[in-house]
């Protein structure tokens, strides 16, 4: 169970995207999940090895890691990444539930037409639609809140070289270095960034969709 | 989910590549992601552990190492292979546009969706041009961050809490260096190979426009 699985369940959703919903899902696997795996946590791997204070005092490192770092960032990262990519789960139960439906319909005697049950893509209209349309919503809620998280947490996007600690055990203000603070700095803005472009691609589908179905009830009225 | 995952994408680009496009690949899956993943990881593995100053002050190793290697070469290089596999998804993109198109039109729009011919090779263009230009850009960022591409076996710091100048030994220094002309040996061939298949495509299709039109006037 790793990022693997994430991939097999999001590849389903895939097929019932819109071409903005299958860019976005691209984004999120090379440039978020990829970087994360390769690249990012390396970077972390070290981080509380290579927290070097300048005492001697036993529990002083460790009491000053843990109140400058009260959950890493790559653990952030992860979390973010999979509440992000939970509400498209929303969808795939939808599709599946609507698929059972159809099929239970069909051995009740019903007519239906065999042909749109063996294709695959199902349209978004309807209830799908609205089940899709929360789907983005929420993921952009999840979005800002993480980036909102982030900012709070670590007091803006970049990562000191120097943090000054008295929690105790340390004796008196302590001076403590971050393994890195550069190349940790460099992915955070990097993250950022993926994050706010994957925020623009859900708001430009939110759009696409009302627009859409705004434009179908004008041409039904008319 | 890791170089797994880039590998089955430039697989299923492959189809649509031109033959020059295919050595491409195979050059980056052989030489640049094989070469990354089964040697060059382990050796900047533990560059920071063994990165060692002639000092006891707590916090200017840290401090030195981050001042040398603010980026280190090792994920420069992941973020390369995977921003110069990237312009590849648009020709996938293209495809799956144009086949789309004629399951929703019913009927055969395409001789075949996956030729390189009209907006599909504008596509196929602009991404080579893409591809050639982030193995530049990145191959400045390396000469930029890094003076070069020598890595030297041994930098002096005095940044704080370095109380003076400082000898800091950087770990398997040649190693690493060969690892990098090695890296850069390769994104040139990579260059070189795009501008190949970017000369070749439009000659070729220069010609094809070229006879065209030769044959409509003699009609």
């Not at chain 1, 992000?84 to 539930?97: K, Q, R």
């Not at chain 1, 199902?122 to 349309?133: D, F």
């Not at chain 2, 920071?48 to 280190?72: A, L, T």
């Not at chain 2, 390396?142 to 809490?161: A, H, S, T």
Request: hydrophobic share 45%; with cysteine.
């Amino acid at each position: 169970m790793d990022w693997g699985t994430l991939q097999a369940v999001l590849g389903g959703v895939n097929k019932h995207s819109t071409s903005i919903g299958k860019i976005w899902l691209t984004v999120l696997f090379i440039f978020r999940i990829m970087i994360l795996v390769v690249a990012a946590e390396r970077v972390w791997g070290d981080e509380q090895q290579d927290f070097v204070c300048n005492t001697l005092q036993p529990g002083c490192r460790n009491v000053c890691y843990d109140h400058f770092f009260p959950i890493s960032h790559i653990r952030l990262w992860a979390l973010q990444l999979i509440f992000v990519s939970t509400p498209a789960l929303l969808v795939a139960m939808h599709v599946a539930y609507t698929r059972h439906e159809k099929k239970r319909r069909f051995r009740n005697g019903e007519k239906i037409d065999i042909e749109e049950l063996k294709n695959e893509k199902i349209h978004i209209r309807g209830p799908l639609w609205w089940t899709y349309t929360s789907s983005i919503f929420f993921r952009i809620i999840f979005e800002a809140v993480f980036m909102y998280v982030f900012y709070y947490m670590y007091d803006g996007y970049q990562m000191p070289r120097l943090v000054k600690c008295d929690a105790w055990p340390c004796p008196n203000t302590v001076d403590c270095f971050v393994s890195r603070p550069t190349e940790k700095t460099t992915f955070t803005i990097f993250m950022l960034a993926v994050s706010g472009i994957c925020m623009m691609l859900n708001l430009a589908e939110l759009c696409y969709l009302v627009i859409k179905i705004c434009m179908k009830e004008c041409r039904k009225t008319t | 989910m890791s170089w797994a995952f880039l590998r089955d994408l430039l697989s299923g680009v492959n189809k649509y590549s031109t033959g020059i496009g295919r050595i491409w690949v195979a050059v980056v899956f052989m030489f640049r992601l094989l070469v990354y993943v089964a040697a060059a990881e382990n050796i900047w593995k533990h560059e920071h552990d063994e990165f060692e100053c002639n000092i006891k002050q707590p916090g200017c190793e840290n401090v030195c190492f981050d001042h040398f290697f603010p980026v280190s070469h090792i994920r420069l290089w992941a973020l390369q292979l995977i921003m110069v596999s990237t312009p590849s998804l648009l020709v996938v993109f293209h495809v799956a546009y144009r086949e789309n198109r004629e399951k929703h039109h019913n009927q055969k729009l395409y001789r075949n969706p996956g030729k390189i011919d009209g907006g599909l090779l504008c596509t196929y263009l602009i991404s080579l041009i893409l591809k050639t230009g982030l193995e530049i850009v990145f191959l400045v960022l390396f000469y930029k961050l890094y003076n070069g591409f020598k890595i030297p076996r041994l930098v002096k710091c005095d940044i704080k809490p370095c109380p003076n100048t400082v000898d800091c030994y950087i770990s398997k220094p040649t190693e690493k260096m060969i690892f990098l002309y090695f890296l850069v040996a390769t994104s040139c061939l990579c260059i070189v190979l795009n501008l190949s298949e970017l000369s070749y495509l439009i000659f070729k299709y220069s010609i094809k426009c070229y006879l065209k039109r030769h044959m409509k006037k003699q009609q």
